[in-house]
């Protein structure tokens, strides 16, 4: 079993960056790759940014493109999500996921990813 823990959600201002963190208990064969989700009432979850264990290789969602910055720390089991320019459609709750999607398509699949942490509440205000 992996548990995914974030932390650094909070209110901000439009413009402001912030810095999400995700640490994970452990790494498996079915862990190879960490992502960023979001979501808000009533919405499916939205994918944001992934990133693999082992190279690094990166994803983003065209919405985040140039504002938003995954990493990991392979020593400290951890990944970030470095966010700048932040806006308020960027409110919602930022969720660490980690599975090992079998395509490339999935990779911005919820479903393929099999283990999930709370959440972490993003606030932009105007």
């Known amino acids: 079993q992996v548990q995914l823990v974030e932390s650094g959600g909070r209110l901000v201002q439009a413009g402001d960056s912030l810095r999400l963190s995700c640490v994970a208990s452990t790494r498996t064969s079915r862990t190879t790759r960490m992502a960023w989700f979001r979501q808000n009432p009533g919405v499916e979850r939205q994918f944001v940014a992934s990133i693999t264990w082992a190279s690094g290789g990166t994803d983003y969602a065209d919405s985040v493109k140039g504002r938003f910055t995954i990493s990991r720390d392979n020593a400290r089991n951890t990944v970030y999500l470095q966010m700048s320019s932040l806006n308020p459609e960027d409110t919602a709750v930022y969720y660490c996921?980690?599975?090992?999607?079998?395509?490339?398509?999935?990779?911005?699949?919820?479903?393929?990813?099999?283990?999930w942490g709370q959440g972490t509440q993003v606030t932009v205000s105007e």
């Open positions: 996921a980690a599975g090992t999607p079998i395509t490339v398509a999935l990779i911005t699949a919820p479903r393929a990813y099999e283990y």
